[in-house]
């Protein structure tokens, strides 16, 4: 069921906006929490991703649903605990092997349509480098809905992330990437926050617009983003700088039944 990754790479790319962060994963520096698993069907092949880089391992989902079903058949030994990242007309076939109803997440996949460029024209912005971990710490720490739970210190050596401070030096906003693939030319933004205090005075907006400038700069073609399909703020915002919902998915923590 395993596959050589240059068929794992074809069946991702016919929907590179769905599997940016899989063929992001695909880079040698991710190839030890890696397991692919690759299946055929009449309608088509399927992958079926376990990332075990975080805790819980994510259980990824791509291509055709039959494909997808047998892959979780026939696989006895996946990770009784895993994060779902399902599209929504995977989850009915994922929802047989996993439970996800104690944190069932609905989501969208936005993408950033070609020839839409974004300039970031706020001088107080900061470039943020490994260096800044424990600011960004801090800034998430205060909370609330829609807080980013997935943000790694390791991701801003190879990413980029900016962010807002206020007199005293403190994070009052900030964001960046979740992966970064320049060779693909893809990228996913994330960790996009507010302090609560400080919303409502356009701080994600400029953020965003520098992430999405700088990426484009370097090359990166393909940009998306994750969020929450209840985040109704959000989901606004980011079709106001002129991404487009690409499809529906499920996220969040499930218990193998």
Not at 20 to 45: H, I, K, M, N
């Amino acid at each position: 069921m395993t596959a050589h990754p240059n068929r794992i790479h074809t069946i991702l790319s016919t929907e590179p906006i769905w599997s940016a962060y899989a063929l992001a994963d695909l880079q040698p520096t991710f190839e030890p929490d890696c397991r692919w698993l690759v299946a055929d069907s009449v309608d088509g092949p399927g992958v079926v991703l376990v990332y075990s880089g975080l805790d819980p391992a994510i259980l990824l989902t791509v291509g055709s649903v039959a494909a997808v079903e047998t892959i979780l058949q026939e696989t006895p030994d996946l990770p009784r605990t895993v994060y779902l990242s399902t599209r929504q007309e995977h989850f009915a076939v994922v929802d047989r092997f996993y439970d996800n109803r104690a944190d069932h997440r609905p989501m969208l996949r936005l993408a950033l349509p070609s020839g839409v460029e974004l300039t970031a024209k706020d001088a107080f912005l900061q470039r943020l480098t490994p260096a800044d971990a424990d600011r960004l710490s801090t800034l998430y720490a205060h909370g609330g809905p829609f807080t980013p739970d997935t943000f790694d210190s390791a991701q801003l050596a190879e990413g980029v992330f900016f962010g807002r401070a206020d007199g005293h030096g403190s994070l009052v906003a900030a964001g960046g990437t979740h992966i970064v693939h320049r060779g693909e030319g893809i990228a996913a933004i994330g960790n996009i926050y507010t302090r609560p205090d400080s919303r409502g005075q356009g701080h994600a907006k400029a953020v965003t617009a520098a992430i999405v400038s700088t990426l484009q700069v370097d090359g990166v073609h393909t940009i998306v983003l994750n969020v929450d399909q209840r985040n109704e703020k959000a989901i606004a915002l980011y079709e106001k700088l002129g991404f487009k919902i690409h499809c529906s998915f499920i996220e969040g923590v499930a218990e193998k039944k």
